[in-house]
Every structure is written in structure tokens, then in C-alpha cells.
């Protein structure tokens, strides 16, 4: 059963150089770690982490039932998008929407979506300021957002993204909208903390833990779900990548060992070649940038799945092709993108790369102090929303 915890004091999270003292959110207990490298890594974050979440305690939450589409399928509380490049038709008014490939229709229905980022960036910074500095108020006003997207039955999504990626006239939602909810991977990451800290009620408790536990059911058994999950490019990585941690939020250890197993016979061997890049990313229009969202996406799913006894950035195909192999190969890119040798992308090529969890994650797990000193130049809070998107693990101190 469930015991509320007393709320942080300053006292649990000793900053120092050499000692640095962590929440479990699996056992509910503090550790200490004795880690230079960890150590520099939050004090390298606190003043951005207080900074945006001093930002935030007077945000109210927006969820999807503050707007609704009418072309929408669903009802107020189903998350609903709108294809990109889907436009009406102007020989048809009324009827099914056509395609202009490239061409992005600016009157689609994004607000949905846009909220959706916007939880991943409250709910996570305001929790990491409560874990830096325990002030109650940083951890209220995370559960007020997490409240209000998952448990209040007025303001809750549904479980389930049926009406994604949505084709007016042509499908009511698409497996490809699926990627949409990385977004949560680390808003329930930061709300292991939440819960183990007390600040939810025992009912609250059961009733975030029971949304996940839902969406899990529909990504796991659900057409579209099922689509993403077989889909061989960055789509199936992402749809593993939030299976993987909405499965440990929910202590679901039979999804953690699918997706175990998914990484070693089906990511690993489809996503990353002989020389360690990645084929299915560098196939399309925005190489660079889907070489760097797929590695992240790899990265986060291992450091999600690793355990003492079951170290995935340590697995191998007999060839050598694993994380290692991928990293090292993007690492000379992530520091100089001029040597990039496939085509530039077509959108953003100019503002990448950004912070990469890959970087550090394999730092950590390879004792490899050149990638943590490299990502710790890189910009961590990138502006446009399209790599926002691309972006969603921000708030390294609740992975370390």
C-alpha cells in the first residue's frame, strides 16, 4: 500500500562536489552517489531549472478539453490532430481534404498538441526545482497540471489518441500521431517523484497511476497502437521509448521486458548499421535531425530499461552494432555538423543540435567524459516548437 511521505526539506539534496544524494522513485528511498561527473551535472542545471520553473508557478494548466476541433471525431476530452501537409479541398468545399506534400496547411488543428508540449516542459521543471530545493510550492503546482490533464473528469484527457494525426475525410486518426505522447515519457518520469514525495493523495495516486495504466492498454492492444509499435522507423522507437517508462510508472514488469527484448531482436538490428549510423533516419528529408531524434529516442529507452543486472547500453549484435557503436558515430557530427557527409536537412539543419540526452547517457554509462563535456555546450532550451517536438527529455537530473 501506498504511505504518503512527509514533503522534501533542503536537507535531502546535499549539492556538493563529490557527494550528491538522489530520490529513488522505485524503491522511495534517497541514495547517495559519489560522482564528480553527476555532481557537475546539476550544478550546471540548477539556474536554468529554477529560472523556467519560477516561470511557471502562475501558469494555469491547459488541457485538452480549453479547445476543440470540430473536424475532430472525438469529444472534448479526445486528443485530437490535424495531418500537415492535408488541405481542403477547393474544388470540393465540404469534402475530404487533399494532399500538398511539402506544403504545411497553417489553419490545422494543432492546439491539442501545443498543450501537450507545454505539460512536458511544467510539469518536469517545476519538479526538479521541489527535488533542488524543496519548496512545497514547485511540487503543488506540478501536481495541479498532472491533476488537471489525468484525474479531475472535467478537464482529463482520455487514454488513448485515436483522433491523432487525423485526415478530414480520409481517417479519423493515424498510428503515426503516436509519437505525439513522447511528451509524457518524462512528465510520468517526474511524476514517479510526485507520488513518492506524498504530494498526491492516496486516491489521486491510484487515479495517475490508473490513466497510464490505460494507455498502456490501448498503445499496447489498439490498431493504431499496434501500427507504431511495428512501424521500422523512428515511429516504432518512439512507440518502445513510452511503453518503456509508462510501463515502469506503472511497475508493469512483463511491458518493461517486451520492450527488453524489442530493443535487443528488433530496434538494435533495424536501426543502426554496420559503420553505426542510422539508415531509416538518413532516408528521409531531414536526416541530421532524425539521426539525433532516433539515437535520443535509443538512448532514453536504455537508461529507462537498464538494471543492475541488465545493462542495455552494454548489449551488442556479434557485429558490434549497439549504442556504442551509434554514439561514437554521431558524437564527431553532434560536434561539428560541417562534416555531416549525407545531405543537410531540409527544416531546422541550421539550429541543431541541441542537448542531447544521447550524449549524456552514454557519457555515464561509458565513462566518457568528452560526451558529457560536449553536451554541456550544447543549447538545452531550444525555442522552436518543431524541436521541442523532437526534444522531450529536458530535466537530466530526473534520469541520472
Known amino acids: 500500500m501506498f504511505v504518503p511521505r512527509s514533503s522534501f526539506t533542503r536537507r535531502h539534496f546535499f549539492l556538493g562536489a563529490a557527494s550528491i544524494a538522489f530520490w529513488n522513485p522505485l524503491s522511495g528511498v534517497l541514495r547517495a552517489e559519489s560522482s564528480k561527473a553527476t555532481a557537475s551535472i546539476v550544478s550546471v542545471d540548477r539556474g536554468r531549472i529554477l529560472r523556467a520553473a519560477n516561470g511557471y508557478l502562475n501558469a494555469a494548466p491547459i488541457t485538452v478539453t480549453s479547445t476543440h476541433c ?8 479526445d486528443y485530437y490532430t490535424e495531418a500537415e501537409d ?47 530545493t524543496g519548496r512545497q510550492r514547485y511540487a503543488e503546482q506540478a501536481a495541479a497540471h498532472l491533476r488537471a490533464w489525468f484525474i479531475d473528469p472535467l478537464s482529463r484527457m482520455n487514454p488513448n489518441l485515436q483522433y491523432t494525426d487525423s485526415i478530414f475525410g480520409v481517417a479519423q486518426g493515424r498510428a503515426s500521431g503516436i509519437i505525439d505522447t513522447i511528451q509524457l515519457v518524462e512528465t510520468a518520469r517526474a511524476a514517479s517523484f510526485l507520488l513518492d514525495g506524498g504530494i498526491f493523495s492516496l486516491q489521486d495516486h491510484v487515479a495517475l497511476r490508473g490513466w ?29 521509448m513510452q511503453v518503456a517508462e509508462f510501463a515502469r510508472f506503472t511497475a508493469d514488469s512483463g511491458l518493461q521486458q517486451l520492450c527488453r527484448d524489442r530493443f535487443r531482436t528488433v530496434l538494435i538490428p533495424n536501426q543502426i548499421a554496420a559503420d553505426g549510423h542510422l539508415p531509416f533516419a538518413v532516408a528521409g528529408h531531414n536526416p541530421y535531425g532524425a539521426s539525433l531524434f532516433t539515437l535520443d529516442m535509443l538512448s532514453t529507452t536504455a537508461q529507462i530499461l537498464t538494471t543492475q543486472d541488465d545493462n542495455l547500453f552494454a548489449f551488442q549484435l556479434p557485429d558490434g552494432r549497439g549504442l556504442r557503436s551509434a554514439t561514437a558515430y554521431m558524437q564527431p557530427f553532434i560536434a561539428d555538423k560541417k562534416l555531416w557527409p549525407f545531405p543537410y536537412d531540409a527544416a531546422f539543419f541550421d539550429d541543431l543540435p541541441v542537448r542531447p540526452p544521447s550524449l549524456l547517457f552514454a557519457g555515464l554509462a561509458y565513462k566518457e567524459p568528452s560526451y558529457i563535456a560536449l553536451w554541456k555546450t550544447l543549447n538545452p532550451d531550444p525555442r522552436a516548437i518543431e524541436l521541442l517536438r523532437t526534444n522531450p527529455i529536458r530535466q537530466p537530473i530526473l534520469w541520472i
Open 86 to 132: 492535408w488541405w481542403p479541398d477547393a474544388d470540393r468545399p465540404g469534402g475530404p481534404y487533399i494532399r500538398q506534400a511539402g506544403f504545411a496547411n497553417p489553419d490545422r488543428f494543432h492546439a491539442h498538441s501545443e498543450a501537450l508540449i507545454r505539460l512536458s516542459l511544467i510539469v518536469p521543471a517545476l519538479t526538479a526545482a521541489w527535488m533542488l
Open 70 to 77: 470540430p473536424r475532430s471525431a472525438g469529444g472534448l476530452h
Open 212 to 240: 497510464f495504466h490505460d494507455y498502456l492498454q490501448w498503445l499496447t492492444t489498439s490498431t493504431n497502437g499496434l501500427a507504431a509499435r511495428d512501424a521500422q522507423d523512428l515511429h516504432g522507437c518512439s512507440w518502445a
